[in-house]
């Protein structure tokens, strides 16, 4: 412990037994305990209790106190269980009497406290942390805390009851562990009496048939297993596995979220990995039993698991993909899931059931989509997946959802009623639509076709609600990518094209929307398909001969600053397709800007819009011209970065700022590469021996577009990352510039900066506070001798170090934590002042 801080604890611990002067912030009360669990980590509890005996008097101070602050009983409860979690600690705290006063019956207990949640809840916690040696254990055995833990597992309060079990599940382990001598075995009379005892609680509960017992006994065995994956488990399994098992067999299943969390722990222990484990003939007997919405869960996280049997896996897909054949089935007879249902599904009743019923049949197939959108991409989900039937019912819902669907059965009547106008089922279908793209290759012909019509009847439609049509241009992206495939066929690419120039036409109506969320989403989705299609002639051709360019271009003055950034990036990116590798005519001759590149109107943007998303959006595409070559920037390199670099400087918005500074180093990156400064070379000094021009006339460049000013005046800035990159990049910058003649002051000024970094760092080292301001700064950042002094002197290292350290180091500390106590005690007349 620090020595200010050994100093500050005695009158700490004084405030705190002090009920006149109680503390009004519980999070000092959480930090002092985070700091306690720390300094146990590294320094032995009985030390700390030796070396500051004001810890047990405080502890003893507060238990007898007759009207006590619930929180700081509570606080005590959890530091006394922090101090005595070893073994010596636990035996000095006792023989003052200490463990029996907080945890025993002369503790809260027996008092009217018990009533409060936070007493409960400081005593679960405490004696949980005090749980890690035999001695904790035989104490908690003999004073009769077992059926206080037994009561709080049905306390009202879920975090004292989830504390509780997870207590009952240590102590059974702690009372298996403790006696290793003895054979497990399934009889009773083999066990340790401690797990003897919460085994029998755990039957008895099962077998009760009630409710709120049987989900307390299936939650521990949950944690049980959780926290434990010994062998001795499967032992214990064996001796309730049929209680459990019997619990499947009721009408309704009981506690059904209960079981489906204890199968899935059990699953992922190694204990129960094996095939013949008698663990997977209750989880097929569970995906059989358990109500489609409860089966549907535990079918996802099984088809998570590695070592799941593939048999079960089967099963699993089984039931997440029979909602989707009973939809199918209502509008047609031939539609089969190959490998998992062909022909009418003999359990589908259930399911049938709940699709009927309008407050289950939505949630039931949003479930479902969703979990199927999910294991799309598990690599561990090794079954055979039905991608063209998933297909085909997922088309078919998103039929229902907007009357085109034709029902022949009770069932696709009642279905259609219900999910008509749903968007919660079209954006959960829409979905998986887009994830079903990756296999655009085994679904080719008439159902790709399909798919464009759905998507192109979404995208049409003006009841299409504005986060529906969102997921639809989403969805519509990934076919496009797919399609670009080499694997995809001709007529695949052949639709895509008919079904982009269909789209045109809807993306001008979109782009004119009196919605602002479609106006964003129509020019997310053309900035995205632009950067899918560069290349692509027939595309800008298209696109060009179209009223979108021009329409995009009048979004730059949108009333919504979203819709102006979204303007600004598909500008950009229509700018590039145009300018970049292509014979297509430039965008300004093609209903852009006429008066003026695109260029100058995005740096005027850049420089005047109030919102700071379009400002974003401006330098990002600035940062991609810059990478890409476009050619606004080839044509003069140096004003155009001048001019983004100046408005970026002035920006008060950090993360402009911070994609500036990636603009700078791009540009750096460049011009090092025009000198011949390839990566991982130097030049020397020009001051030492044989040294070239090349540093300067580098400089000159960097002089001209002010990129060095913009540096050094970004490591003064409030934002810490903007001053951490221009940090990294002026060390890049110095390492690139200068070598021989600097080195040995750099390891001078590092090894500096290391002996003051063991002090408590105070700010930015001196070297960069000394940088000039003003007048003299106009005109050191234009001569490259003086730039080259300043980088050759300045500590960046040191700096970094500096900046690397949280701004908040000395707040947060444990010391300026008691100090705050101290202080809020010692202002209490103060701040009870009246403030009229």
Request: hydrophobic share 40%; net charge negative.
């Amino acid at each position: 412990m620090d020595v200010k801080c050994a100093q500050l604890l005695p009158s700490v611990c004084t405030v705190l037994a002090d009920p006149r002067s109680p503390v009004s912030d519980d999070t000092c009360l959480e930090k002092l305990l985070d700091w306690f669990k720390t300094l146990t980590n590294t320094v032995p509890s009985l030390l700390l209790l030796e070396e500051n005996p004001c810890l047990t008097e405080l502890i003893l101070a507060v238990l007898r106190q007759e009207e006590l602050d619930p929180g700081i009983l509570s606080f005590v409860l959890r530091l006394t269980g922090i101090l005595a979690q070893t073994e010596a600690s636990f035996q000095r705290l006792q023989q003052g009497e200490v463990v029996f006063g907080a945890f025993g019956e002369a503790g809260p207990l027996g008092s009217a406290l018990w009533e409060d949640m936070s007493i409960r809840s400081g005593w679960v916690q405490g004696a949980y942390t005090m749980l890690q040696h035999y001695s904790a254990f035989q104490f908690l055995c003999n004073s009769g805390a077992l059926d206080v833990i037994f009561t709080l597992q049905g306390d009202r309060s879920l975090f004292v009851a989830s504390g509780a079990n997870r207590l009952l599940a240590r102590m059974l382990i702690f009372s298996v562990q403790s006696e290793p001598s003895r054979l497990l075995s399934t009889k009773d009379c083999d066990w340790p009496a401690c797990a003897r005892m919460i085994m029998a609680r755990v039957e008895e509960s099962l077998q009760s048939r009630a409710a709120s017992r049987v989900q307390h006994s299936l939650k521990l065995l949950t944690t049980l297993f959780e926290h434990s994956q010994d062998a001795w488990t499967e032992v214990l399994w064996s001796w309730i596995a049929d209680t459990v098992g019997s619990l499947l067999t009721e009408e309704p299943v009981l506690a059904g979220h209960s079981l489906v969390d204890l199968f899935l722990n059990m699953a992922r222990s190694p204990a129960f990995s094996s095939p013949e484990c008698s663990l997977w003939r209750l989880v097929a007997l569970a995906l059989k039993n358990l109500s489609p919405a409860q089966a549907g869960p535990l079918a996802l996280g099984l088809l998570k698991l590695e070592a799941c049997p593939q048999a079960i896996k089967t099963q699993s897909l089984t039931v997440l993909v029979l909602p989707m054949s009973c939809i199918c089935r209502s509008v047609s007879d031939s539609v089969d899931f190959p490998g998992l249902l062909e022909g009418p599904p003999s359990n589908a009743a259930p399911v049938e059931s709940v699709l009927s019923s309008r407050s289950s049949c939505v949630s039931l197939l949003c479930q479902s989509l969703a979990y199927l959108e999910e294991i799309q991409c598990l690599a561990c989900a090794s079954v055979d997946f039905p991608h063209k039937p998933l297909l085909h019912s997922v088309v078919t819902i998103l039929q229902f959802c907007v009357g085109l669907a034709v029902p022949v059965s009770a069932l696709g009547v009642s279905v259609g009623k219900i999910l008509i106008g749903c968007f919660r089922v079209q954006r959960a279908a829409l979905g998986l639509l887009g994830v079903l793209s990756r296999w655009a290759a085994l679904t080719h012909g008439e159902a790709t076709e399909r798919v464009f019509d759905i998507l192109l009847v979404y995208l049409k439609s003006p009841d299409t609600s504005p986060t529906v049509l969102k997921k639809a241009f989403q969805a519509a992206l990934k076919w496009l990518r797919s399609v670009l495939e080499p694997s995809s066929s001709t007529e695949d690419f052949e639709r895509h094209k008919q079904f982009n120039r269909d789209l045109l036409p809807v993306l001008q109506k979109r782009l004119c929307s009196p919605s602002w969320e479609i106006r964003d989403s129509s020019l997310e989705y053309l900035t995205l398909s632009l950067k899918c299609l560069r290349g692509q002639e027939w595309f800008c051709r298209d696109l060009l001969s179209s009223e979108v360019p021009a329409l995009v271009g009048g979004l730059l003055d949108d009333l919504e600053s979203y819709v102006r950034a979204s303007a600004v990036k598909a500008s950009g990116q229509l700018s590039l397709v145009t300018s970049v590798g292509s014979e297509m005519p430039s965008l300004e001759n093609n209903g852009g800007h006429k008066e003026a590149g695109v260029g100058t109107r995005l740096l005027e943007i850049l420089s005047t819009d109030p919102e700071g998303f379009p400002r974003r959006a401006v330098i990002s595409v600035f940062l991609d011209w810059l990478r890409e070559g476009h050619p606004e920037v080839l044509a003069d390199p140096e004003q155009f970065i001048a001019g983004a670099i100046q408005a970026a400087r002035a920006d008060l918005d950090w993360e402009v700022k911070l994609t500036g500074l990636e603009l700078a180093a791009v540009f750096a990156a460049q011009t090092f590469g025009r000198f011949g400064l390839l990566e991982g070379s130097r030049t020397a000094c020009p001051s030492s021996a044989g040294g070239s021009a090349c540093p300067s006339e580098l400089l000159q460049t960097f002089c001209r577009v002010k990129l060095l000013e913009f540096l050094f005046g970004a490591l003064h800035d409030c934002d810490r990352p903007v001053a951490q990159k221009a940090c990294q990049i002026l060390q890049v910058v110095k390492s690139k510039i200068c070598k021989d003649s600097c080195l040995e002051q750099e390891r001078r000024l590092e090894q500096d900066a290391t002996a003051g970094t063991e002090e408590e760092p105070q700010g930015a080292s001196p070297s960069v506070l000394a940088l000039p301001f003003g007048d003299s700064a106009e005109r050191s950042f234009q001569d490259a001798d003086s730039l080259l002094l300043t980088l050759e002197t300045i500590d960046l290292e040191g700096l970094q170090r500096s900046l690397d350290v949280s701004s908040d180091h000395l707040e947060q500390s444990p010391r300026s934590l008691l100090q705050d106590i101290l202080s809020a005690a010692g202002n209490k007349e103060e701040n009870e002042a009246d403030c009229y």
